[in-house]
């Protein structure tokens, strides 16, 4: 099912380039909503409780490039994008470490592909489509922990809203 989604999205893209497409370069910023949290785990190898905190991550930095059209009312937006990030975690008594608080940084750099379609009125634009991510590079302070499995997917998909603004040829949008 993936291979087929992944065909017809490419096909899709193909078809659409033979339009008049505008091309430039595009750039955002992003922050991750996800709130600080803790949690406890206990391995079943040792029966120890350690204790885990998520203080925070990184803004998300992008840049690439962007396909625009405009079909009638409706839009037509593609993307190339790189972006980066970094996720922190506070944890405390594992193993072979001291009892010392270590902070734990996990860093990704992800080659993303939107495709967005929807309605554009006078220069607001509602629209919604798929993105395919695929992993570029993941570096992992739990890859130290021995009993530490990477569950990191090298590919994924999902969907997205969007709300836009033109301004000339800058698009201002929010995902």
Same mark, same amino acid.
């Given at each position: ?49 350690? =204790?885990?905190?998520y ?18 009312p ?47 009125? =006078?220069? *607001? ?8 991510? *695929?992993?570029l ?5 739990w890859?130290?922990?021995? =009993? ?10 999902? *969907?997205? *809203? ?14």
């Amino acid at each position: 099912m993936k291979r087929f989604t992944l065909l017809a999205a490419f096909t899709a893209m193909a078809f659409m380039a033979q339009a008049q497409w505008k091309i430039g370069p595009k750039a955002y910023f992003g922050v991750v909503a996800q709130a600080p949290g803790h949690f406890s785990i206990m391995p079943m190898q040792d029966n120890r409780l350690y =204790d885990i905190r998520y203080i925070g991550s990184s803004f998300v930095t992008s840049a690439g490039f962007m396909m625009y059209n405009d079909v009638g009312p409706i839009f037509l937006q593609a993307e190339l994008m790189g972006s980066a990030y970094r996720n922190e975690f506070l944890m405390s008594g594992y193993k072979n470490l001291s009892d010392a608080t270590q902070l734990m940084q996990e860093s990704y750099l992800i080659l993303e592909i939107p495709v967005n379609a929807g309605i554009k009125i =006078d220069d *607001f634009k509602l629209g919604l489509g798929p993105v395919m991510e *695929f992993l570029l590079d993941a570096d992992s302070d739990w890859s130290r922990l021995s =009993d530490y499995r990477n569950r990191i997917r090298p590919m994924d998909f999902s *969907f997205q *809203f969007m709300a836009g603004y033109n301004i000339g040829v800058l698009h201002i949008d929010i995902k």
